[in-house]
């Protein structure tokens, strides 16, 4: 049985997470929170030996695009955060979250061609590899595009009990991830998805905010969550795929670290018995099927 493995995927925004609904609470936690957050996960992965993928917004490298958007530059224009992941003594996985986080199920398939192109063409611009690609909103849509613009992997939505009632009934699907993340109940370990054109990796488990009613979930809880994660992965011999935002860090900040640092120092534990491998997403698409 083949070892099992974490991968971590992050999805990088800032303002363009929210282009559509954008309020002060977005604009004052972005402007006072969001760099600190990014520089605390690169320090933590630096430190315990672990790469993962940062699937960052295209836009954020291009100053034109910040031109048109309200509120300050900083809030859409960011290349100094890239240039740090890409400085990290960790090789990270820069991949992409499309061009402007626009919604690819919405979107028809010549929007959504140019939408690619944009964030191709900004990768090519700044030599930054596009392997891998994670979808604005987790709305996964006219995958054959992806494979055409040369990404190979994707992530796909999480493999869990709720997400089977979200997509009959939204709100109920949202009350049904409410109670999973609120009950010590396992993640799924999930296996690739491999074929010739393009491969995915469905999701796990998010690391979720601690804002509005979320902040009554036990931190015991989730931990226990995270440790299920990775023991039902090495049972299986699958992948625990952890995904979050840097906004999930927004709300109960030290709490969330003090959760996220333990749970990675266990894997950085799991690592050295050798009883666990730490691939980023884009590792995934080099490695024998």
Do not use: C
């Given at each position: 049985?083949?070892?099992?493995?974490?991968?971590?995927?992050?999805?990088?925004?800032?303002?363009?997470?929210?282009?559509?609904?954008?309020?002060?609470?977005?604009?004052?936690?972005?402007?006072?929170?969001?760099?600190?957050?990014?520089?605390?996960?690169?320090?933590?992965?630096?430190?315990?030996?672990?790469?993962?993928?940062?699937?960052?917004?295209?836009?954020?490298?291009?100053?034109?695009?910040?031109?048109?958007?309200?509120?300050?530059?900083?809030?859409?224009?960011?290349?100094?955060?890239?240039?740090?992941?890409?400085?990290?003594?960790?090789?990270?996985?820069?991949?992409?979250?499309?061009?402007?986080?626009?919604?690819?199920?919405?979107?028809?398939?010549?929007?959504?061609?140019?939408?690619?192109?944009?964030?191709?063409?900004?990768?090519?611009?700044?030599?930054?590899?596009?392997?891998?690609?994670?979808?604005?909103?987790?709305?996964?849509?006219?995958?054959?595009?992806?494979?055409?613009?040369?990404?190979?992997?994707?992530?796909?939505?999480?493999?869990?009990w709720h997400e089977s009632i979200r997509r009959k009934q939204i709100h109920l699907g949202r009350a049904a991830n409410l109670i999973d993340k609120m009950l010590p109940i396992s993640p799924q370990a999930v296996k690739p998805q491999f074929n010739k054109e393009i491969s995915n990796i469905p999701g796990s488990m998010l690391f979720f905010s601690r804002n509005g009613i979320r902040r009554f979930v036990q931190p015991s809880v989730t931990l226990t969550k995270l440790e299920k994660g990775l023991q039902k992965a090495i049972s299986d011999g699958g992948v625990f795929h952890l995904w979050f935002h840097p906004s999930n860090f927004w709300s109960e900040t030290e709490q969330q670290f003090a959760i996220f640092e333990k749970f990675i120092k266990r894997v950085s534990d799991l690592k050295n018995l050798d009883q666990l491998e730490v691939r980023n997403m884009a590792e995934f698409s080099q490695h024998e099927h």
């Open positions: 049985m083949s070892i099992a493995k974490l991968t971590i995927s992050i999805d990088l925004e800032l303002a363009w997470g929210n282009w559509d609904n954008l309020t002060s609470f977005h604009i004052q936690n972005i402007e006072l929170k969001e760099r600190e957050i990014i520089d605390r996960l690169l320090e933590l992965f630096e430190r315990y030996g672990l790469s993962v993928t940062w699937a960052f917004v295209a836009a954020l490298l291009d100053e034109e695009s910040s031109k048109s958007m309200p509120g300050k530059k900083s809030l859409w224009f960011a290349p100094e955060i890239i240039e740090k992941i890409s400085r990290s003594s960790m090789a990270h996985d820069l991949g992409s979250h499309g061009g402007k986080h626009r919604y690819f199920n919405n979107m028809t398939e010549q929007e959504a061609i140019e939408d690619l192109e944009f964030a191709s063409n900004i990768h090519s611009k700044y030599n930054i590899p596009l392997n891998s690609f994670v979808y604005p909103r987790n709305k996964v849509a006219k995958t054959q595009i992806l494979a055409k613009h040369g990404i190979k992997i994707y992530r796909s939505a999480d493999k869990a």
